[in-house]
């Protein structure tokens, strides 16, 4: 192998070893849903969505068996599949404020604590589901 080769192969190594750890550290250090990613009045409102549009066909246990396919995913892929597959006869049909509080209220209902700030669109890629209880 010649001398120029060894250092690319080295740099790209060097590359992608920094990318990974950079990304390890940044997964390593996100919020959760335990962290308090909801407010109660959010959770509040999301069980009156979930009574209306969520209770006929879904049980708490389901939300404790699913969640385990999102651990440690950012609830933006959680919410991305709900708002898209979710009510089933009425696919997409809820407000975007309406899925988010439901989610709230999903995380409530399987031991994820109340905090400050509501889950919104503009955070909820930066929280990490947690495991249920």
Do not use: W
Not at 10 to 27: D, E, F, N, P, R
Not at 66 to 71: M, N
């Amino acid at each position: 192998m010649s001398m120029f080769r060894k250092q690319r192969t080295v740099s790209l190594v060097a590359t992608a070893v920094g990318i990974v750890g950079v990304s390890l550290a940044a997964y390593a250090g996100a919020k959760s849903t335990k962290d308090g990613a909801f407010t109660s009045e959010q959770a509040e409102r999301g069980k009156a969505v979930y009574e209306k549009s969520c209770s006929t066909c879904h049980q708490a246990d389901f939300y404790r068996d699913r969640l385990t396919r999102y651990q440690s995913k950012p609830v933006g892929q959680l919410f991305e599949v709900v708002s898209t597959t979710m009510p089933a006869d009425n696919v997409g049909g809820l407000l975007t404020s309406e899925y988010l509080d439901a989610l709230a209220y999903i995380f409530s209902i399987t031991g994820s604590p109340a905090g400050s700030e509501e889950l919104t669109t503009d955070n909820m890629d930066s929280i990490n589901v947690a495991p249920t209880q």
